[in-house]
């Protein structure tokens, strides 16, 4: 029994040990990031700015309004709301601001149904698409932005997403963990080499390449993460444009972080299910950048690591093993510094410590929630929506 348990533990420490190591280094090279994009601007190309909208009548017009009235200087674009159980009135106000209205019915709603249901009823010519979420505002020059990378040969670029409010304490360490992945998933990976990380909204494509991608994706949860895989399977890098702004609501509970975390784990194990076989495959015909996406599918969440490794920490305290306490706390404190050098510099300041503190909380609600991991990915759990206004510095 004794040797059993020194290999269960043995395990875990390599499994934990690798993904600290993993996160360090790419938390690192994203100091090293730099964008050199020196092709002339395209002119008059045609952006689809779509924004899929499931039962967000409270917000999808004001939503509406700020995509009409952005400025895309090198080009034109047209705004479409694909409307899945919104209101009669909100479909008619709609149209009466502008916005193309694509509706669409499902028993059962997903976004990746939705998007591909409205490509289809969409006849009009279109050279890219920006993806965005019912709560999203581009910041001026956004689509400008994203046009540098397209026009320099890039089929899929993600934007910067980063946090509309910062209005209670959940909701600013949700910010915080969307500007760590901001500067590991995208910028580290894009300093050494590999494809950035898509979001699920704030992203745009190659209208025609997006169409392909799209085609038979039916994740529920997960469309962007199979959108990788099959943007890298054709050997196509991601882009990440970070001067490229768009404004996302951030969750305000513990309840609601948990559950959104929970579905994206439940996603995971789909995800390293179904790509185990073609990501060694891939590996061997030299595509690195599709193994290296593999591996994130099976990358412990941050919240669940730092709840995980004191507990450790303490039970090998009264147990025989190889692996004393001081092997978990150091990677403990190797995984907190790979975080704190992740996070901007305008974020440490007192609301950071106050936030900090409800970090037990988001642990033992995530460590809830996983019970409930193998439905998650099944569930279409909706965020709601409430913010419209974006949030002053």
């Keep these: ?183 590991v998933f995208r910028k580290g990976h894009r300093a050494l080499g590999f494809s950035s990380a898509l979001i699920g909204s704030g992203m745009a494509f190659k209208y025609d390449f997006f169409k392909e991608i799209m085609h038979g994706n039916e994740e529920m949860g997960g469309e962007d993460k199979e959108a990788e895989f099959r943007i890298i399977g054709r050997r196509k890098k991601i882009a990440y444009a970070d001067e490229a702004i768009i404004y996302d609501e951030k969750v305000s509970s513990a309840d609601v972080f948990a559950k959104q975390r929970t579905r994206w784990i439940a996603g995971q194990f789909y995800f390293f299910r179904d790509h185990f076989v073609p990501a060694f495959g891939h590996l061997l015909k030299g595509n690195i950048d ?25 039970l090998s305290l009264f147990i025989d093993s190889p692996i004393e306490w001081y092997h978990w706390a150091s990677l403990l404190i190797i995984f907190l510094i790979a975080n704190m050098i992740a996070i901007p510099k305008r974020f440490y300041n007192k609301d950071f410590l106050v936030a900090a503190m409800q970090l037990p909380k988001a642990i033992y609600a995530m460590a809830v929630g996983i019970f409930g991991v193998t439905r998650a990915h099944k569930t279409n759990f909706h965020t709601p929506k409430t913010k419209k206004s974006v949030e002053k510095e």
């Design 290 to 314: 599709y193994f290296e996406k593999f591996l994130q599918s099976f990358i412990p969440p941050r919240v669940i690591l730092l709840g995980v490794l004191p507990v450790f920490a303490l």
């Design 1 to 183: 029994m004794h040797a059993v348990i020194t290999i269960f533990l043995g395990i875990i420490y390599l499994y934990f040990g690798f993904y600290i190591v993993y996160f360090l280094l790419f938390s690192i090279a994203g100091h090293f990031y730099k964008v050199k994009i020196n092709i002339p601007k395209r002119e008059n190309s045609r952006f689809l700015v779509m924004i899929p909208a499931y039962r967000e009548d409270e917000i999808i017009l004001h939503t509406a309004e700020e995509a009409l009235a952005h400025n895309f200087q090198n080009g034109v674009f047209d705004v479409v709301v694909i409307a899945d159980k919104l209101k009669i009135e909100t479909v008619d106000q709609l149209r009466e601001k502008g916005a193309e209205v694509a509706e669409v019915f499902f028993e059962r709603s997903t976004k990746t149904k939705s998007i591909n249901k409205a490509l289809d009823t969409i006849k009009k010519d279109y050279d890219r698409i920006v993806i965005l979420d019912a709560d999203n505002i581009m910041r001026k020059g956004c689509l400008d932005e994203i046009s540098k990378y397209l026009d320099a040969g890039y089929y899929a670029v993600q934007g910067h997403r980063t946090a509309k409010n910062r209005d209670s304490s959940f909701a600013l360490l949700d910010s915080i963990s969307e500007e760590i992945n901001n500067h």
